[in-house]
T-cell receptor, first 112, second 115 residues
Framework: KQEVTQIPAALSVPEGENLVLNCSFT??????LQWFRQDPGKGLTSLLLIQSSQREQTSGRLNASLDKSSGRSTLYIAASQPGDSATYLC???????????FGDGTTLTVKP | NAGVTQTPKFQVLKTGQSMTLQCAQD?????MYWYRQDPGMGLRLIYY???????DKGEVPNGYNVSRLNKREFSLRLESAAPSQTSVYFC??????????????FGPGTRLTVL
């Protein structure tokens, strides 16, 4: 059974700092990995999707990498802003039916 | 494009009552999913529909039923609500074609309390 772990569970940084969020998974036979953002009381917003054949994806200040062999992904946020404060979740899809396994998330607080 | 929509946004039930959560997507996606999100438990898959006309159990299906009414709509039914079903319920959909291949999109959620 696939297990997804996100460490740390919470992170607090000052505004402007670059930071890395981690996601690890136990079964490397994945189709893709997706990073989401969730604001309190809201749904999940897709940030980046990395297909299994890709090594990284970038969108603005966000860069996600994928290393299938080691079962790891990182989400790099450059020049963090208070508006980046949210919970970040990663999800791996490892079946052709498209079922995903989610991590518990990292709650990020960016202080002004 | 409204994306994935869910109704209702909030609901309070008494133990034993029944209700149906509605979900619709306008992105022509093939697959649809129902999750529940609980503190400390993360997101768990309840049921999914890989394509119109098919449904399958996920990780926590007990106490729920689903209907894939058509390609757009996927409903979740609680036949006899229990306090353990107090949760936030999310519907999601996914396409297996185009530039958003295998990208999952979520609705805003339904916050359900069972007393």
């Amino acid at each position: 059974k696939q297990e997804v772990t996100q460490i740390p569970a919470a992170l607090s940084v000052p505004e402007g700092e670059n930071l890395v969020l981690n996601c690890s998974f136990t079964d490397s036979a994945i189709y893709n990995l997706q990073w989401f953002r969730q604001d309190p009381g809201k749904g999940l917003t897709s940030l980046l999707l990395i297909q299994s054949s890709q090594r990284e994806q970038t969108s603005g200040r966000l860069n996600a990498s994928l290393d299938k062999s080691s079962g790891r992904s990182t989400l790099y946020i450059a020049a963090s802003q208070p508006g980046d404060s949210a919970t970040y979740l990663c999800a791996v899809t490892d079946t052709n039916a498209g079922k995903s396994t989610f991590g518990d998330g990292t709650t990020l607080t960016v202080k002004p | 494009n409204a994306g994935v929509t869910q109704t209702p946004k909030f609901q309070v039930l008494k133990t034993g009552q029944s209700m149906t959560l509605q979900c619709a997507q306008d992105m022509n996606h093939n697959s649809m999913y129902w999750y529940r999100q609980d503190p400390g438990m993360g997101l768990r898959l309840i049921y999914y529909s890989a394509s119109e006309g098919t449904t399958d159990k996920g990780e926590v299906p007990n106490g729920y039923n689903v209907s894939r009414l058509n390609k757009r709509e996927f409903s979740l039914r609680l036949e006899s609500a229990a306090p353990s079903q107090t949760s936030v319920y999310f519907c999601a959909s996914k396409s297996f074609s185009g530039i958003s291949y295998n990208e999952q999109f979520f609705g805003p959620g339904t916050r359900l309390t069972v007393l």
